[in-house]
């Protein structure tokens, strides 16, 4: 089985998603949760939240998000207990937040860089799997402690 990568965009980051959708197929699932058709008057709250859902939930295995910045998009996704959204904007940091952080949202700025780096940022995502070693793990259950304690104080 195909590991499932969720998509999400705003409509300035709707022709890089597509594209690198597009790049994409055969290699994974895809879970395009839209927008799927251009609308300038789209919010990216709508389909960052929708996609981070998507990997906290377990539907997907990682999402990349797409805005002009990519801080809209990061910040939503980053409201979804279970998701670790960075902005990466090189190859090194994307591969380097999965392998030391366990990140498993990538969130893109199409206003920031262009089509082929963006890929080559994709790919280094996909390719990167969480080392585990030791304070890595240490530093990833610290940060998931942090979370978990914020869950509580909410419900209190």
């Excluded at 998507?54 to 801080?71: D, K, M, P, Y």
Aim: charged share 20%; glycine share 12%.
């Amino acid at each position: 089985m195909k590991q499932v990568v969720a998509f999400g965009s705003d409509h300035v980051g709707f022709e890089m998603k597509g594209e690198l959708i597009r790049r994409l197929q055969g290699g994974y699932d895809i879970m395009d949760v839209g927008p799927l058709a251009y609308n300038a008057a789209d919010d990216y709250p709508d389909y960052a939240g929708a996609a981070a859902q998507a990997v906290a939930s377990g539907r997907a295995w990682r999402g990349v998000l797409i805005c002009g910045s990519g801080v809209g998009v990061c910040i939503t996704a980053n409201k979804v207990a279970g998701v670790r959204a960075c902005v990466c904007h090189d190859t090194f940091s994307a591969h380097q937040g999965v392998e030391h952080v366990d990140m498993n949202v990538l969130c893109l700025g199409a206003r920031i860089i262009g089509l082929e780096l963006a890929a080559e940022i994709v790919t280094a995502f996909l390719n990167a799997k969480f080392g585990g070693e030791d304070k890595h793990q240490r530093r990833l259950n610290k940060l998931l402690a942090i979370e978990k304690k914020s869950l509580i104080n909410k419900k209190l």
